[in-house]
């Protein structure tokens, strides 16, 4: 775990300059339309660095990851299809490299947008089932836009305050407790990762 604790250790060093904010930025933003890490352990560094700023380190990261949600709809709804209305060689693409998405979870989520609705974005923007396969399934399917943006925001902006409201109020307890627990706290936080991308591929 020693190349994980100095992976921690790098990114928590970032959080003293003045690079770090725009990190978070960009990984939020990215993290919601196609890249897999979500941004999480950088809000935790960044907040941790800079208490005094926990929650404006939320804020920045939910107005990105609701941007990059914003921009995997568009994804989905501008570059998905060929003019056949088969798939494009981009969502090709998608189904090859991106993890847990596949074109029979493609199809199953369409199904539970026409159930669930502003449910299935929520739940998908405030726990670890990759975001990014319900951003861009939205727009491929044309859920309605006003609710997909009124769900993102109220679920990234849920998760990332609750993250940084915690770091906020407990700071510097919350930083002891990673120090000492860090190696657990890392197996714990790929757990849920790979465990998104497994509900993924069990329930759909």
Same mark, same amino acid.
């Given at each position: 775990?020693?190349?994980?604790?100095?992976?921690?250790?790098?990114?928590?060093?970032? #959080?003293?300059?003045?690079y770090?904010? !725009?990190?978070? +930025?960009? $990984?939020?933003? *990215?993290? @919601? /339309?196609?890249?897999p890490?979500?941004?999480?352990?950088?809000?935790?560094?960044? #907040?941790?660095?800079?208490?005094?700023? !926990?929650?404006h +380190?939320? $804020?920045?990261? *939910?107005? @990105? /990851?609701?941007?990059?949600?914003?921009?995997?709809?568009?994804?989905?709804?501008? #570059?998905?299809?060929?003019?056949?209305?088969?798939?494009?060689?981009?969502?090709?693409?998608?189904?090859?490299?991106?993890?847990?998405?596949?074109e029979?979870?493609?199809?199953?989520?369409?199904?539970?947008?026409?159930?669930?609705?502003?449910?299935?974005?929520?739940?998908?923007?405030?726990?670890?089932?990759?975001?990014?396969?319900?951003?861009?399934?939205?727009?491929?399917?044309?859920?309605?836009?006003?609710?997909?943006i009124?769900?993102?925001?109220?679920?990234?902006?849920?998760?990332f305050?609750?993250?940084?409201?915690?770091?906020?109020?407990?700071?510097?307890p919350?930083r002891a407790?990673?120090?000492?627990?860090?190696?657990?706290?890392?197996?714990?936080?790929t757990?849920?990762?790979?465990?998104?991308?497994?509900?993924?591929?069990?329930?759909?």
């Amino acid at each position: 775990m020693n190349w994980v604790r100095g992976l921690y250790d790098w990114v928590l060093h970032w #959080a003293e300059t003045p690079y770090g904010p !725009a990190a978070l +930025f960009i $990984l939020s933003f *990215a993290e @919601a /339309s196609f890249f897999p890490i979500p941004p999480d352990v950088l809000l935790i560094a960044l #907040a941790l660095g800079m208490r005094t700023r !926990a929650l404006h +380190f939320a $804020l920045l990261c *939910a107005l @990105a /990851s609701v941007s990059g949600a914003i921009f995997g709809y568009g994804i989905g709804a501008y #570059a998905w299809w060929a003019q056949d209305g088969s798939f494009s060689g981009f969502a090709q693409w998608f189904f090859n490299n991106i993890p847990g998405f596949t074109e029979p979870v493609f199809f199953r989520i369409q199904d539970l947008y026409e159930t669930w609705n502003f449910w299935l974005i929520f739940t998908a923007g405030f726990t670890p089932i990759p975001f990014k396969v319900f951003t861009v399934s939205a727009g491929a399917f044309d859920i309605n836009f006003f609710m997909f943006i009124l769900a993102s925001i109220v679920s990234r902006s849920a998760r990332f305050f609750l993250i940084a409201g915690l770091i906020w109020k407990f700071g510097e307890p919350i930083r002891a407790f990673i120090d000492k627990y860090f190696n657990l706290l890392a197996i714990a936080f790929t757990a849920l990762l790979i465990g998104g991308f497994l509900i993924i591929k069990l329930m759909f």
